[in-house]
């Protein structure tokens, strides 16, 4: 890129993606709208099934088989990735677009040595390199993440490492290259607990260290709140809240975002009921008309726009400083009718 | 690894053993076989003699302990038809046998591999019915009723192909032919389904992810990860190939194995047909052992579990 | 082996819904969706023809006027098919009906093996639910028992026995009655070990019933099914094993017919009428592709499977 560039590393604009169905494709991402800025951390929260996998993977164009982007644009550094052709996407996977999975025991070859899978990575964007060349690097890169031993490990099989270590050898696999643009899907989900702080700490001095922004995907608002700086909420395939993170747990504008939120269990509700928004999301093919969460939400009910209109999502105007003189930024932005109305309270049962 | 190793190669010793002494008692259920081997007119002294002679007349715990030192020594009997050590009348007919069954075994193996990638590779679901449903047909008619049609196509009608013996390069085409399609059937659907299982492991979409195009990922990852269930069935599989060729040698008058062991069987010649089962049992037991080991060698989980 | 169609993740609902997206409410007529799901896939119904034809051979053949598969007639010798009206089938190189012939070997080939699948079913599932069930030294030695037949080559073993007490339809049942339980033994097994624990097994037991009773009661009902499904595919696999040694001279003797046999003889006259045997192969044709046909019913055999693609299986 010669043109020097400034705007968004990414901006997923309008997104949908499609399966067909038995009556028709259903919609299972339906118009998803985010930016993320050079090295942002860009978090992603939503219930499964809320469609954040599949958004992610429509970046990387590794959408399973019958699953197809419908419709809108996926600009990286201003080129449409939809419109790409595979052999330039297969330019940017490993290069400048990186992926770091779930699982890292099934998202390895466990017939391989975890070295050669990073020699693979290494290799597959730097012609040129020599065995040597190449194995200093596979060992230089597992050094970074914290790997003991990295030339003795690098030997080994995926089975003979732990749940821990295995991420991180993903970590480095999808640092190999330096990307512009990090994804994790849920990196530390299928971690023990113990194991997941040491993780994230990996992953955040990585891309700090190559200058990546990152789309980290979770359900877990406790690693928003540590690691985000800005933060998408999706329900049932669609965007719901884009805000920064500490206006999202201060003042949440979306009903729902106020509903995950009095879902964790914190001081002040021990003793009591733990609260969960009631009810579940709609199957894919059975949203319904006007806003998707409308069935659930605490301040929606019997409102006839809830009901009949679908919300957009749309800029909110930057709220009043905080007593103590905290400045907000604008940039927030829900997609609901009465977007705003004092709904934390509300859920905890407090005054407005 | 060692402990895998003993056990296996204690189970194929075992096996063998087995054999021998199945072999032992159905050599010994003949009956003496004096009777056989002398002319008609012989006194029941002379067919003593000769079946003291032969050892037929010790304990049968005797005979049993010189036989197993006899086979172990490599005296596997001589041939009541012919004054020729059974051993040596299996040994000079088995370079024929090997021949079919070798280039048999390899070109049903290659072929099955091309197909198998060429499915994955178009990622065609039709290519892939052609194969099966071809194959379910080819299952459906036995090696020698194929193998029949086959003459009657190439040696009858079109004359091409010579339909009897094994004179020329020409005439291992058939025979070969007939086994190799058999064997491509059972190799076909057993690496096609091998290659899905690979493709559906999520490393499969890592490695994409870091920028692997289609063709490298099944040829790095997925066909390498596909040798081991494709190694355990051809060393199962050795079994019906060897029963496969008799079969087949006794539809093109083949002088292989098969032939010379359904000869003895309709001139009761004992001494052969057991040296020829010991020989099979032998080399079968051999295979099947080499192929578990090599397995457990190229399986990483195994060897250090 | 997996045969994943979609990830798991992904849950794209299989109910047809009421609404679409957009909202608008369709729906399809119900007989058009019961009508989609209920249809006998081609190679099933093409299937059950090809063994009905066969089984309606064997067993009809008799009933016909001028059933004789052993009369022999030197003068109406080696007639083709559809010549003489006498002879529908035609007449091999003694004479004889070449319909009636036909009509006895799919009898006795079909019957010998089914009884070589009912003994391996009997044995397998005897030894297999035992070993699964009493667990312990009984377990090793019967699966030291199964090793060891694996490891033999059957057709060599019955050549050898016959070679001592000349070759029978008797001895071929019950060699191959004895060599091929393996696959039955291996899956009631793995079946009787995963019941054994279960309340509804340990509960008799613990009100003093007998392992026999719970084993008779319990355990072979669920085993049972299992077993059917694989003699029902298995019945193929034997009827080409036993073809083959009837082709080598070693099953049921001269002159009741089988298929084997017939081609064997057919053969010497492939130049002159190949029809010989070309005839009983077809018949054996049709009985093994459609075994298998139908039979793909039940298992998961067929076209299925994962093929290569980016996002994960296909």
Not at chain 1, 306 to 325: F, N
Not at chain 1, 327 to 334: L, Y
Not at chain 3, 272 to 280: K, S, V, Y
């Amino acid at each position: 890129m010669s043109i020097t560039y400034s705007g968004p590393l990414l901006s997923v604009q309008d997104l949908t993606i499609e399966v067909a169905g038995d009556d028709g494709p259903v919609r299972l991402v339906d118009g998803v709208t985010f930016d993320v800025h050079q090295d942002e951390v860009f978090a992603l929260v939503g219930e499964s099934g809320s469609g954040k996998s599949l958004t992610v993977l429509a970046i990387m164009d590794l959408l399973p088989p019958g699953v197809q982007i419908a419709s809108g644009r996926i600009l990286f550094r201003g080129r449409d990735l939809a419109q790409l052709p595979e052999a330039e996407m297969r330019r940017l996977r490993g290069k400048d677009l990186a992926m770091v999975f779930q699982d890292p025991m099934s998202a390895l070859n466990p017939l391989q040595r975890v070295g050669r899978q990073l020699a693979e990575a290494v290799k597959l964007h730097a012609s040129g390199l020599n065995r040597k060349q190449t194995a200093d690097k596979v060992h230089n890169l597992l050094a970074a993440v914290g790997v003991p031993d990295p030339k003795g490990r690098a030997a080994s099989y995926p089975h003979q490492w732990s749940g821990g270590m295995r991420q991180r050898a993903m970590i480095a696999m999808a640092m190999a290259h330096d990307p512009g643009l990090l994804i994790a899907d849920e990196p530390t989900t299928a971690l023990d607990v113990t194991v997941q702080a040491q993780v994230m700490d990996v992953l955040a001095e990585a891309r700090r260290r190559a200058g990546s922004a990152m789309i980290l995907i979770t359900h877990d608002l406790g690693l928003v709140a540590e690691a985000a700086d800005r933060v998408a909420v999706m329900y049932s395939g669609r965007v719901v809240e884009t805000s920064d993170v500490h206006q999202l747990f201060s003042s949440p504008a979306h009903p729902y975002t106020a509903g995950l939120l009095a879902s964790i269990l914190g001081e002040g509700t021990a003793g009591g009921r733990a609260f969960a928004i009631p009810g579940s999301p709609p199957a894919a093919a059975e949203r319904p008309i006007g806003c998707a969460f409308q069935p659930r939400c605490h301040i929606g009910s019997g409102r006839d726009e809830c009901t009949s209109a679908r919300p957009v999502l749309t800029l909110l105007p930057a709220p009043p400083s905080d007593a103590d003189g905290t400045e907000h930024s604008a940039g927030r932005a829900a997609a609901c009718h009465f977007a705003g109305e004092s709904t934390l309270h509300l859920l905890k049962g407090q005054p407005a | 690894m060692p402990q895998y190793l003993i056990k296996r190669t204690g189970q194929a010793v075992f096996t063998l053993f087995c054999v021998l002494t199945f072999a032992f008692i159905l050599g010994r259920a003949t009956g003496k076989p004096a009777g056989l081997l002398l002319p008609d007119n012989a006194t029941p002294a002379e067919v003593d003699a000769l079946n003291g002679a032969l050892g037929f007349n010790e304990p049968l715990h005797v005979q049993y302990l010189t036989f197993l030192a006899n086979v172990l020594g490599g005296d596997f009997g001589m041939s009541y038809r012919q004054r020729e050590p059974a051993l040596v009348l299996i040994a000079e007919r088995l370079p024929a046998t090997f021949e079919l069954a070798f280039w048999s075994f390899l070109l049903g193996l290659v072929l099955a591999l091309l197909a198998a990638t060429a499915i994955q590779l178009t990622g065609s679901r039709t290519l892939r019915s052609i194969f099966i449903w071809g194959g379910s047909l080819r299952q459906s008619v036995p090696d020698f009723f194929f193998a029949l049609l086959a003459v009657l196509l190439f040696s009858v009608a079109l004359g091409m192909l010579p339909s009897l013996g094994r004179t020329s390069p020409a005439s291992l085409v058939l025979p070969v032919l007939t086994i190799a399609t058999g064997q491509f059937v059972l190799y076909v659907r057993l690496i096609d389904a091998a290659l899905s299982d690979q493709a559906g492991q999520d490393y499969v979409r890592t490695a994409f992810s870091k920028g692997q195009s289609r063709a490298r990922v099944l040829f790095s990852h997925m066909l390498p990860n596909s040798v081991l269930p494709v190694l355990t069935m051809a060393g199962l599989n050795l079994g019906s190939l060897l029963g496969g060729t008799v079969v087949v040698e006794a539809v093109f008058a083949w002088p292989g194995l098969g032939q010379v062991l359904t000869e003895a069987v309709s001139q009761r010649d004992f001494p052969i047909v057991q040296a020829g089962l010991l020989v099979v049992a032998l080399i079968f037991v051999s295979v099947n052992l080499a192929v578990d080991l090599i397995a457990a060698k190229v399986d990483p989980r195994v060897s250090l579990a | 082996m997996t045969q994943q169609l979609l990830p798991n993740e992904l849950a794209v609902p299989a109910v047809p819904s009421a609404t679409d997206p957009q909202g608008k409410v369709r729906r399809r007529p119900a007989a058009a969706r019961g009508k989609r799901r209920a249809a006998a896939s081609p190679a099933f119904v093409a299937g059950s023809v090809m063994l009905g034809l066969v089984l309606l051979l064997a067993a009809g053949g008799a009933l016909l006027p001028g059933y004789d598969p052993f009369g022999q007639n030197l003068s109406a010798a080696m007639r083709k098919p559809f010549t003489d009206p006498e002879h529908l089938l035609g007449t091999d190189s003694l004479g004889r009906d070449m319909l009636s012939r036909l009509s006895l070997a799919s009898f006795v080939t079909l019957g010998i093996a089914l009884a070589v699948v009912i003994l391996n079913a009997v044995i397998g599932t005897g030894l297999g639910m035992a070993a699964g069930y009493f667990g312990g030294r009984l377990d090793s030695a019967i699966t030291t028992l199964a090793d060891v037949n694996l490891a033999m080559p059957v057709v060599l073993l019955l050549i050898a026995v016959a070679a001592v007490t000349g070759p029978s339809a008797t001895l071929t049942i019950a060699t191959l009655g004895l060599t091929y339980w393996v696959g039955y033994a291996r899956v009631s097994r793995n079946l009787a070990r995963s019941l054994r624990h279960r309340d509804f097994v340990l509960a008799p037991l613990t009100q003093g019933g007998g392992h026999g009773w719970v084993i008779r009661k319990h355990i072979l009902p669920n085993v049972f099914s299992q077993t059917l499904i694989i003699a029902a595919t298995d019945i193929a696999t034997i009827i080409l094993i036993e073809s083959s040694l009837e082709y080598l001279g070693l099953g049921v003797q001269p002159p009741v017919p089988s298929w084997g046999s017939m081609i064997f003889e057919g053969q010497k006259y492939l130049g002159t009428n190949p029809w010989l045997a070309i005839l009983p192969g077809i018949v054996m044709f049709l009985t093994v592709a459609g075994a298998q046909f139908t039979s793909q019913r039940f298992t998961a055999e067929g076209t299925t499977g994962a093929l290569l693609r980016k996002g994960r299986a296909a």
